[in-house]
């Protein structure tokens, strides 16, 4: 399977739902053929290419990934586990769809609010206090004016606790793929596992991060692997030469 | 008033007088008024002057036209805009090259895409909270937030229910944007996509959706 | 140009003639002069105002001279003063009694909603740290402080043993609010949403605004 050539041209791009706009929006990309880590190469690539590291893109970008990961981790579950999903395909669809829209709609008025702005350019206002004669005649608050139980609200509305945290997005952070590398290259020493026994018993997000675990050791040249038919099992070989020491640090 | 209905009755032929008879005399009352939009900080109503003035709104209104006409572009450096919901006095872009030699620095620094569209989402839902704003761009809008509040384009408005922050956008954000009122600004549905083009991009989604060709990870055989 | 020429050549005799030539048309460079003076907030000599606007100073002078004529007294509300060597706008004795009535008219709402915000956790738990005031707010307290501190609401006492400034609420405060002394602030019980929990105030605050911030940029979708 040949993966479609990405060319992300990134210097326009500044936020995620954009890019993945961008992305869906070319009808040659299918999210499942899309390989993340591509991506993530096209994106440090870049970067060199620049010399310098724009921290806001660059944390725009990590996030975008994360969305990737998540909606293509709901893409690639098999049929058999979609009463597990907490989300339909088509639901997840709608969900994604609208958001996209909706970051789209304020990404088009961000422009209207600059070409404002430009036209604005060159007009200043005068920035200087009053002069001191006139300033004594602002009048200071009556002494009684503001209201201590103002004060008291105040307090209140800051005890309250914010509801609790989607508990989604916490087993998101749960699984990172440096745990899963190690878990795979434990599993390599014996030259050889099927996909299917590295994931045994795993939930979903598990599952979805141990294949980005799996590409990783594909892109380090530590293992390959074969899949010979469609929901076959697929046989995880360990690549003899492999440097198998090296850490993916805070890869996940 | 004389000289406006002398001009009135009688256009010159002669450029160089009409040109001279177009920068009138202030009556007093005008005068007042160039002076409390001269001293005052924020836009000024009709309602504002009249009352300082100790005048009827009309009158007011009416010393404001000869104020405009005395600072129309062109004809003065000082130029009486409306924004905010008020008047105020401005420069132009004409006498921008100086102001930037004599005050070192430019007017207003430049927004950046993450500041924009953040003002954007402020200046559209408004009272908005931060994790709203944060939902809706897709990332953390935290930094552009905090930039925003320091210039002054926006404010705290209150806590939603729960206990976010709200912002709003200021005068200020009215001013440097050249707008009377927030409502100036265009229905931000225009921006969307058609329908049709909707259709086709949740297809497409449901499309990636439905397909399970391939369903493991494809063996990177590029 | 030729205006002026002609006025100094041949002055007239016509009193209505000449009030109305005193009002002339600004050209390029004296409209510049007239706009870096508005902005200004300081006097400006000729020789700042000729590097600005990129000409000589003997031009500046001219500009200014021009300058001057329309913005004298009785012509115009805002007038030319020269003052320590420089040139500066102010508005005229006949103005004062209106932008005196401008600037006593009673103003709204006092305190913004942050600087509520931020006095209410000064006076509940003085003395209390700004970082300690950002920790439970969620969001900078900063400029509410600034402004708190300039209207003389609260004021310094002294630093914690991290070296955080600390503050307290002032006399000023305790007239504002109407009270006597800090201990007539209302108990917070009526207003608190869990008034079974223990903990002592400050405590829960900090842990509520830590709950709040999450510690982290919310992740997209919460």
Known sequence: ?252 | MSQEQERELEPSADGSAVAVESAPELDELACTVEALLFLASDPLTPQELADAAGVQEAEAKAALEAVAERHAPGASGIQLRELAGGYTFATGPESEEAAKRLFSRPRAATLTPAQAETLAIVAYLQPVSRPEITRIRGVSADSAASTLLERGLIEESGRSQFGAVMYRTTTQFLKLFGMNAIDELPDVAQWDPTPEEQAQLRERLLRAGEARTGGGPAPAGE
Do not use: C
Request: charged content about 25%; aromatic content about 6%; hydrophobic content about 50%.
């Open chain 1, 1 to 252: 399977m040949t993966l479609p050539a990405l060319d992300l041209d990134l210097d326009v791009f500044s936020g995620p739902f954009d890019l993945l706009l961008a992305l869906v929006l070319r009808e040659e990309i299918d999210l499942l053929e899309l390989e993340l880590a591509d991506v993530v190469l096209a994106y440090l690539d870049h970067l060199e290419g620049r010399g310098e590291l724009d921290l806001e893109t660059a944390t725009e970008f990590i996030v975008l990934i994360a969305a990737l990961l998540e909606l293509k981790s709901r893409l690639m579950l098999a049929e058999d586990e979609q009463e597990l999903l907490d989300v339909e395909p088509g639901e997840a669809a709608e969900e994604l769809l609208e958001r996209m829209l909706l970051a789209r709609r304020f990404r088009s008025a961000s422009r209207y609010l600059q070409e404002l702005f430009a036209r604005e350019a060159g007009v200043r206002f005068r920035n200087a206090p009053p002069p001191a004669h006139l300033r004594k005649a602002m009048p200071a608050p009556a002494a009684g004016s503001e209201q201590p139980q103002a004060l008291g609200e105040a307090i209140g509305r800051l005890l309250r606790m914010p509801p609790t945290i989607n508990l989604r997005h916490i087993s998101l952070q749960r699984v990172t793929v440096a745990e899963r590398l190690a878990h795979l290259r434990g599993l390599l020493r014996r030259g050889r596992f099927s996909f299917d026994e590295a994931v045994r018993d795993a939930d979903r997000m598990t599952v979805a991060v141990t294949v980005f675990a799996l590409l990783e050791l594909y892109k380090r040249g530590e293992a390959w692997w074969e899949q010979d038919e469609s929901f076959g099992e697929i046989a995880v070989h360990a690549v003899a030469s492999a440097p198998v020491a090296g850490a993916v640090a805070s890869a996940g």
